[in-house]
């Protein structure tokens, strides 16, 4: 059973930067496409980056060209990093498989100000 940890977010003004990351225990990972979702209250998670096993991303419109997915499969660590920020970017961050087969973890909060 693999568990996913999310961690890094926190509280940074527009423009700004941040590296979040999630860390899975268990076997299984290395093999997976892994992406990013967000959530904002009232509203479903949305998928805004993946990564596949051998490396090929692939990002939502509203994030393209400022966010950069990677992994690392030796550290079993899936990493968000995100440049450029902006107010409508503060959201609950979640990794996960895609599709979406794994627990949830608790997230990760990212608030940007404006």
């Known amino acids: 059973q693999v568990q996913l940890v999310e961690s890094g977010g926190g509280l940074v003004q527009a423009g700004g930067s941040l590296r979040i990351s999630c860390a899975a225990s268990?076997?299984?990972?290395?093999?997976?496409?892994m992406g990013w979702y967000r959530q904002t209250p009232g509203k479903q998670r949305d998928l805004v980056a993946f990564i596949t096993s051998g490396g090929t991303t692939n990002y939502a419109d509203s994030v393209k060209g400022r966010f950069t997915i990677s992994r690392d499969s030796a550290k079993n660590t899936v990493y968000l990093q995100m440049n450029s920020l902006k107010p409508e970017d503060t959201a609950v961050y979640y990794c996960n498989s895609v599709p979406r087969f794994l627990s949830w973890g608790q997230g990760t909060q990212v608030t940007v100000s404006s």
């Open positions: 268990g076997s299984g990972f290395s093999g997976n496409t």
